[in-house]
């Protein structure tokens, strides 16, 4: 598992981003994937997570109804669709692999992350 983010960027509040993780390992398609986030001065947080095949997939209460997760396996690319987004969700945008329980506790091998892509929403 080789992880890489993308997508994020300075928007204002209301806007949506959808940010993408790239695996260019060889397993991808077997892990379930999930993503985490990390504001100034505060620890990493569990965002939303979604097995290897698509289903199921679970929400942060911060975050459901407004962000979706979903993924492609055909490109090794699990992406995170956020609407509506507020200056609270800003932070360091991460994601990981690991089996659901343990994505949904944030309890991730440290060669199982990405390095993180900045979501800053600011008006």
């Known amino acids: 598992v080789r992880l890489r983010e993308s997508g994020g960027g300075l928007v204002q509040p209301g806007d949506s981003l959808r940010v993408s993780c790239v695996d260019s390992?060889?397993?991808?398609?077997?892990?379930?994937m999930g993503w985490f986030r990390q504001a100034p001065g505060k620890e990493r947080e569990f965002v939303a997570a979604i097995n290897w095949n698509g289903s199921p997939t679970f929400y942060a209460d911060s975050v459901r109804g407004r962000f979706t997760i979903s993924r492609d396996n055909g490109k090794n690319t699990v992406y995170l669709l956020m609407n509506s987004l507020k200056p609270e969700d800003t932070g360091v945008y991460y994601c990981a692999a690991a089996p659901l329980s343990n994505l949904r506790i944030g309890k991730v091998a440290d060669n199982f992350w990405g390095q993180g892509t900045q979501v800053t929403v600011s008006s």
């Open positions: 390992g060889s397993v991808f398609s077997s892990y379930p």
